[in-house]
């Protein structure tokens, strides 16, 4: 039987054998769906814990990346009992790093905590369009967009993408994040939220759903 | 080349500065990027940055109408040398402007390989992979590096002296807040060999392999690190990057004792590092402190008041003047601002008037209030 609230501290942790090691064993007794569904629940709450202490200043944005491919890895050694059926996620996000920008490190890290969160996220990619995002929106009618940038020409791209998301009528909660951007960034832009803090980001759209 | 009576008194700011000793005034140091400059001359980013010409043009127009004491541009990154060599570490976005994706050049089984010889390893395996045309391989690869190699020597060369002769004519210093570009082991090891994805795995998998491959690099580092007009006063410019997303235990063992070791060996060669202390380092200024006596930092974050009671009586303070109000707050508030930071840093010297970032492009800023505030520290600036 597997220790759920133990396998949760230790994901916690970042002790990656541990973790692989009680989820090995744990799909050698033929767990039921509910019982694996369980164990993804449980990482996922070692991923609030993650980010709890990051937003501590105990974890530092290296231990946020760490975390992002332990619970892929973890996610991978369960998917034998996991099954066909899926729980159904919280909410969808839309996620891009916007037009004339390449980084993506801000927004995988963003990635893999709001999946950890529960959250199904469609991540475009980088340098992305208005006319993507738009495109994109429109088919997803997603309830959340997040715009990430780490230049600060970043400013203007996301200003130009939420103007054209408003022009066409998509009212998604928009969020932006990176390194540009601040309270005024956001109030120029026209976004619901910003953040520098991917912790703190998931909370926000927690919020929103 | 004899330097004019203006260049030598600018020289003479900067030769007191980096002496530990007080200048008449504050020296007005600059970080911009050559696009910005060629956006500021009317240049397209698109087009022109491929001339080194046009670049040197742009560049001084910048230095003429900005009143700064060096030339205005750093001028580091070539983006013909990036299109001979097909390179994916340093790309252009859809404006043309230049940008480092996440590359991964060294694979995590390579690194027994490479800690026993990393320029062997860098030379069969990691340019190859990062550079597209050097991986075609036989002719077409050779043919590449040695187009490269030229293109790159002559780009310098004109670089050189022209930054001498634009200096010289426009009476700014001819001493460059780069006169060298050279990583710290660490951060070479993350941003061009393992990536910042694969070093943050590393550093939880195998710290002993991240930190012998550091110590491996330290070599390397000192040797692109000190070029031979490297000197006190032609300082080598050192970006960090890794250190503030690391645990300081982690920073502590790996980080730290290449990073240390590199500015303590430019020290012993006689030449000055110019440290860009990129994101939040407050967590790791004792640190800092240890480094050798007169060593430049330009401070991206941090409180200027704790900053300078640290390290201020033994070192240089740069930085901290945040950027983006120039572009968003009104010419006096951005002039209060200048205010008080030289207030919290200039008193006893040792602080060189700079911007918490590089300026990258036009759109940064509103032009007209950079150089009211440039102009209010050359006057507020005396001591």
């Known amino acids: 039987m597997l220790d759920y609230k133990l396998l949760t501290q230790t994901l916690g942790d970042l002790e990656e054998e541990q973790v692989i090691e009680l989820l090995k064993e744990f799909v050698t007794t033929d767990p039921s769906e509910a019982e694996a569904l369980e164990a993804v629940g449980a990482c996922q709450a070692g991923m609030g814990i993650v980010g709890d202490l990051f937003e501590k200043g105990e974890y530092f944005v290296g231990d946020l990346i760490f975390a992002g491919e332990l619970l892929t890895e973890a996610i991978n050694v369960l998917k034998p009992v996991l099954g066909a059926g899926t729980s159904s996620a919280l909410g969808t996000i839309l996620l891009g790093t916007v037009h004339g920008d390449l980084h993506d490190i801000g927004k995988n890290i963003f990635r893999s905590m709001s999946e950890a969160a529960g959250f199904e996220v469609v991540d475009i990619g980088i340098d992305v369009a208005a006319e993507e995002f738009v495109a994109k929106a429109k088919e997803l009618n997603s309830q959340i967009i997040g715009m990430s940038g780490v230049l600060t020409l970043a400013i203007d791209s996301m200003k130009d993408t939420v103007e054209a998301l408003r022009l066409e009528g998509v009212d998604s909660k928009i969020i932006i994040g990176g390194n540009p951007v601040t309270k005024e960034a956001c109030d120029l832009i026209g976004a619901d939220a910003f953040t520098v803090n991917a912790a703190e980001g998931v909370k926000i759209c927690q919020n929103w759903v | ?383």
């Not at chain 2, 060096?70 to 859809?94: C, D, E, M, Q, W």
């Not at chain 2, 780069?178 to 941003?191: E, H, K, N, R, Y």
């Open chain 2, 1 to 383: 080349m004899e330097l004019s009576k203006e260049t030598l008194q600018t020289n003479k700011l900067f030769e007191d500065l980096y002496d530990g000793k007080q200048p008449r005034r504050i020296p007005i140091v600059s970080t911009a990027d050559n696009a910005f400059c060629l956006e500021y001359a009317g240049f397209n980013l698109k087009t022109e940055q491929y001339s080194v010409d046009e670049n040197l043009e742009a560049i001084r127009k910048a230095t003429a109408d900005f009143d700064c004491d060096a030339v205005f541009a750093l001028y580091a990154r070539f983006p013909h040398l990036y299109k001979i060599l097909g390179s994916t570490n340093f790309v252009p976005g859809a404006d043309g402007f230049l940008q480092h994706p996440e590359v991964c050049g060294l694979e995590v089984d390579e690194y027994d390989e490479f800690i026993e010889d990393p320029l062997k390893t860098i030379w069969d395996k990691v340019l190859p992979r990062i550079h597209k045309e050097i991986g075609k391989g036989g002719f077409e690869g050779q043919k590449a590096v040695s187009k490269a190699y030229h293109s790159f020597y002559e780009t310098m060369g004109k670089i050189g002296m022209a930054s001498m002769q634009m200096a010289n004519e426009l009476g700014r210093s001819t001493y460059s807040f780069v006169g060298a570009i050279s990583s710290t082991p660490f951060d070479v090891l993350s941003d061009q060999l393992r990536s910042f994805t694969g070093i943050s795995a590393d550093v939880r998998r195998r710290p002993e392999k991240v930190e012998a491959a550091a110590a491996a690099l330290l070599p390397l580092a000192l040797k692109a690190g000190i070029l031979p007009h490297s000197n006190h006063y032609n300082r080598t410019f050192i970006p960090l990057h890794m250190g503030p997303y690391l645990r300081e235990k982690d920073f502590a063992r790996l980080y730290w004792p290449s990073f240390k070791a590199y500015v303590e060996g430019l020290d012993k060669a006689g030449v000055g590092a110019n440290i860009f202390v990129e994101q939040d380092w407050m967590r790791y200024l004792d640190y800092l402190n240890e480094l050798p006596q007169n060593t430049t930092f330009m401070f991206e974050y941090g409180d200027p008041a704790v900053i300078k009671e640290k390290l201020g009586t033994r070192h240089i303070l740069t930085g901290l003047y945040p950027l983006g109000i120039l572009k968003t707050h009104t010419k006096q508030e951005c002039i209060d601002q200048a205010k008080f930071l030289i207030d919290k840093l200039a008193p006893g010297g040792r602080y060189a008037f700079g911007f918490d970032k590089c300026l990258l492009r036009l759109n940064d800023v509103n032009v007209d209030n950079l150089k009211a505030v440039l102009s209010f520290v050359k006057e507020y600036g005396k001591y």
